[in-house]
């Protein structure tokens, strides 16, 4: 379904490592922030890297049948009043972004509901089917979802997106990506269950109790990233892991959020294996089951603020970051050009900024 992935340019991340050496600073003083550069500039094949332009987030909506069993503080109807919310611009997402320069848009996948048609013309279906007894989608919306989310991704390249982030929005969503989360990493379902949007004890229970049912039917698909989708995920989940493949297939910069999306690139990088090379994480959630498929994909979070919020939020918090070691690599003076006096012998490379 996606092309093969190619890793980032490997001659501008030579590039860009000479010349984080040649820069007025001892080598490796500014940590991550020269590694974030070499990765941007290896991922534009370019070095110095150009600056940021166009940052886009684009938050994946949907609603699970998972969420009439109670495993969320919130009822279902709240998915179509954020997206109302995050289309007046009154989200956190929103005003994170425009303090951090980028551009938001909402796509209805699977609301339980009826939302402007501005949105929802590529929706799925109302509502994925409840995980823990039966599937949460057909082999027909599977493959809809993800082709949807693959011209998400290519819809925003095309329009002038050098950077995308993917956000979620769907009450009931950290229940099917932990279920998914639990079946590629080999984690018990108590192992990936968080309090999500604030449950109560009994909640945990009820939520511990789907997971553990949906995972049981899902444990036979762990090598098959579309049937996985299928029986586990859910529309705006698999939608998310097809903008997430494409994303590097176009050669374009990710920076992951929380728990749900990186759910998602999990089965996006069984996908398209190497895409994890486009990605890097944007923050630590505190739902446990976000180390868990962090350390799965080798990835790093920029930051750690202890959000659980989704949106894209945590990615957006980290952006700014990404904006500041563009703009090290590309404009901070060299020992020549400044008369500095560079140090002695050879320092140690700058490592890749997403691995660990």
């Avoid at 009822?75 to 551009?103: C, F, H, K, W, Y």
């Avoid at 109302?126 to 057909?138: F, K, M, T, V, Y």
Wanted: aromatic share 2%.
């Amino acid at each position: 379904m996606f092309d093969a992935i190619t890793a980032p340019d490997v001659e501008a991340h030579r590039e860009a490592v000479a010349r984080q050496l040649q820069l007025t600073k001892p080598a490796g003083s500014l940590g991550r922030l020269e590694e974030l550069g070499v990765w941007i500039a290896a991922c534009q094949g370019s070095c110095p890297p150009r600056p940021i332009a166009r940052a886009r987030v684009v938050v994946f909506a949907g609603d699970h049948g998972v969420a009439a069993h109670g495993v969320s503080a919130y009822p279902s109807e709240v998915t179509r009043q954020m997206v109302d919310n995050i289309l007046a611009g009154g989200a956190a997402v929103n005003v994170l972004a425009r303090v951090a320069g980028a551009s938001v848009r909402v796509v209805d996948v699977s609301v339980d509901g009826d939302t402007p048609e501005l949105i929802s013309g590529g929706k799925i279906r109302r509502s994925s089917g409840r995980i823990d007894i039966e599937d949460a989608l057909s082999e027909e919306e599977c493959a809809a979802a993800i082709t949807l989310g693959r011209s998400l991704a290519d819809e925003e390249v095309d329009s002038g997106a050098d950077l995308l982030i993917a956000g979620d929005m769907g009450i009931g969503n950290t229940t099917p990506a932990a279920v998914l989360i639990s079946a590629l990493t080999g984690a018990e379902p108590i192992a990936v269950i968080g309090r999500g949007t604030g449950i109560d004890d009994n909640g945990w229970m009820r939520k511990a109790a789907v997971v553990r049912d949906a995972r049981r039917r899902a444990m036979a698909f762990v090598h098959q990233p579309e049937a996985l989708l299928r029986t586990a995920g859910g529309a705006d989940l698999a939608a998310m892991a097809g903008f997430l493949a494409q994303a590097a297939v176009r050669h374009t910069p990710v920076i992951l959020d929380g728990m749900v999306i990186t759910a998602a690139a999990l089965v996006a990088e069984d996908l398209a294996p190497g895409a994890r090379e486009w990605w890097v994480a944007g923050h630590r959630s505190v739902e446990p089951a976000h180390d868990l498929a962090l350390s799965r994909l080798q990835l790093r979070p920029l930051v750690d603020m202890e959000m659980r919020l989704g949106e894209g939020s945590g990615a957006v918090v980290a952006l700014p970051l990404v904006h500041a070691a563009v703009r090290v690599l590309a404009e901070m003076a060299t020992f020549d050009t400044a008369g500095v006096t560079g140090p002695e012998g050879d320092p140690a490379p700058v490592p890749a900024a997403n691995q660990e």
